[in-house]
DNA sequence: TTTTGTTTATCTATAT
DNA sequence: ATATAGATAAACAAAA
């Protein structure tokens, strides 16, 4: 018979929202931004299902990244010629797959327009600054790091196996978003609020992206360039109740002054602080930023 | 001219 | 069933 080896998954709509998706790229990269080409490219690469019809769907990614506060524009410096800004995530926006679906979060993360939100002088477009200030600055170290090991790798692109110096994994980092949904089995009952249909609902090629099963026949062929991503299946930082789990914790370095420490060295401890759950920043959060913000 | 961004409107899908 | 997140279409401006 015809083995369906070939393409037979891989042109199945992935599970991912354009949101999802967009955050893959971007936290995918070492830079934690990418020019809107790139997020084009990093897509169709790994999703053939998106090498078609990219009229469409790259309108729909382009809506996306305009309309949702998640996704901020970071300008390009003069040394980083090219065509339109850099995308990155808001580092405010929290971890938007808490319910374990990546079709659809719970909640919007939108920036206070000021209508709606009863701080008035806080968030919105000091966060923004204070943002891409931010990220301009893991750029630029990035950049560098990356440049340091140059010499030593093979040559991969921008996802070869360097992990970013900073410890610092964004909970859209591919790694976590793969590790997510391989590692739901076990114990982790407790993690999906009304238990998501993750693997009884679909087994599609992309469900085993990060289990280092290279032999299997679906990743090798279908799916080049997930391989390089074959790391230990990182341990994903996983929410213990989710009902409880109304903290967001504040992106480490929000907390610091901006070009400061990159260092942030455990993001993660436990902290659980009571703040508001990723919809408006949290007032610590913007007080952060306006020190930070001189 | 093409690419990149913004914006509005409408429809579909999903969670509650 | 309703509210709302997401998808799609489309008009349009600005930049390259």
């Not at 990219?54 to 729909?60: D, F, G, H, K, Y």
């Not at 374990?100 to 968030?123: I, N």
């Not at 692109?157 to 590790?179: Q, T």
Request: aromatic share 10%; proline share 13%.
């Amino acid at each position: 018979m015809p083995r369906p080896g070939r393409n037979t998954y891989s042109d199945q709509k992935p599970p991912y929202s354009y949101i999802s998706l967009t955050a893959m790229a971007i936290q995918g990269c070492p830079e934690k931004m990418l020019p809107l080409s790139e997020i084009y490219k990093f897509i169709m690469d790994r999703f053939p299902y998106y090498r078609e019809n990219t009229q469409r769907w790259q309108n729909s990614l382009r809506h996306n990244l305009s309309f949702n506060d998640c996704f901020i524009k970071i300008p390009r410096r003069p040394d980083q010629p090219g065509k339109g800004s850099f995308w990155a995530l808001h580092p405010s926006c929290g971890d938007m797959f808490e319910n374990g679906s990546f079709l659809r979060r719970r909640k919007r993360f939108k920036l206070g327009g000021g209508l709606l939100l009863p701080d008035p002088m806080t968030v919105s477009s000091k966060s923004q600054d204070a943002a891409v200030h931010f990220l301009q600055q893991q750029q630029r170290e990035a950049k560098l790091r990356l440049s340091a090991l140059h010499a030593h790798l093979p040559p991969g692109g921008y996802m070869s196996s360097v992990p970013p110096a900073s410890g610092f994994k964004h909970p859209f980092a591919i790694e976590n978003i793969i590790a997510r949904e391989y590692k739901m089995p076990g114990g982790l009952a407790a993690f999906s609020p009304a238990g998501f249909p993750l693997h009884q609902q679909l087994p599609p090629p992309w469900s085993v992206y990060g289990s280092g099963m290279m032999d299997s026949p679906i990743m090798s062929s279908d799916y080049p360039a997930y391989s390089l991503q074959t790391l230990p299946a990182i341990p994903v930082p996983i929410k213990p109740s989710p009902g409880s789990m109304l903290h967001t914790h504040l992106p480490a370095f929000l907390a610091h002054s901006p070009p400061q420490s990159l260092s942030p060295s455990s993001p993660q401890t436990g902290q659980s602080s009571p703040a508001a759950p990723g919809e408006a920043l949290s007032s610590s959060a913007s007080a952060a930023l306006q020190v930070s913000v001189h």
